[in-house]
């Protein structure tokens, strides 16, 4: 039975594929590369709510959005977009690539982790395309992300540092943060504001061989 599914092509596309339910149930990979058309998140979330309900052995799945002309008239993702997804349960990696980066909230992350129990992977555009100082999941919410889904081991996002500097206002020491980045992840794509983010710094004497940091 076929196990993996990738393709490049628009959501009407990708409907038509999805939709036979006997060919794709078996699927476990699921990878979309969508062209740069600047496309409806609606139209974006019927191929993921195909894909829930047809998919029922979904293990992976990476999307894709390339960017368009004009990246500016493309609206910031939330956690609307994956919505759909929630449907499966047993997803253990989400690889997303968006245009502009996704503000999570607290919210967010406590309804991803009822539903992704054994999330491993979770890369929401850690590098996007188009990027503003007051856009991005706030940083201070990584501590919460690491305490609701305890099964990550790869991490991306793009952090908002907006309105406190990074070094000070952490709800735990930058020590610590390397710490816990160290010890819980095996990979860690780390995007922020270029003006903001500034020179980092590890504990001396500290070993992130493992850990990989990704700055803009």
Known sequence: ?????????????????LQSKEHVGSIRELEWNCPPLNPAPVNVQEVLVEAALNCSNLRMI?????????????????IDLVRPLFMCANLKEVDIHTVKPFSLTQSDIAEMA?????LEVLILSPDPEVTRVRTGTPISLFSQLALALPHLRSVGLYFSTYGFELSNSLPLSLAIFW?????LYRNFFMGGPSGITGPVKTPAGGSFT????IWR
């Open 114 to 118: 009822e539903v992704w129990k054994d």
């Open 210 to 213: 493992k850990t990989r940091i």
């Open 179 to 183: 710490d816990i980045i160290a010890k």
């Open 1 to 17: 039975p076929l196990e993996r599914l990738a393709w490049n092509g628009y959501p009407d596309q990708a409907l038509t594929l």
């Open 62 to 78: 990476t999307l894709t959005f390339a960017p368009p002309v004009d990246p500016d008239a493309v609206d910031s993702p939330s």
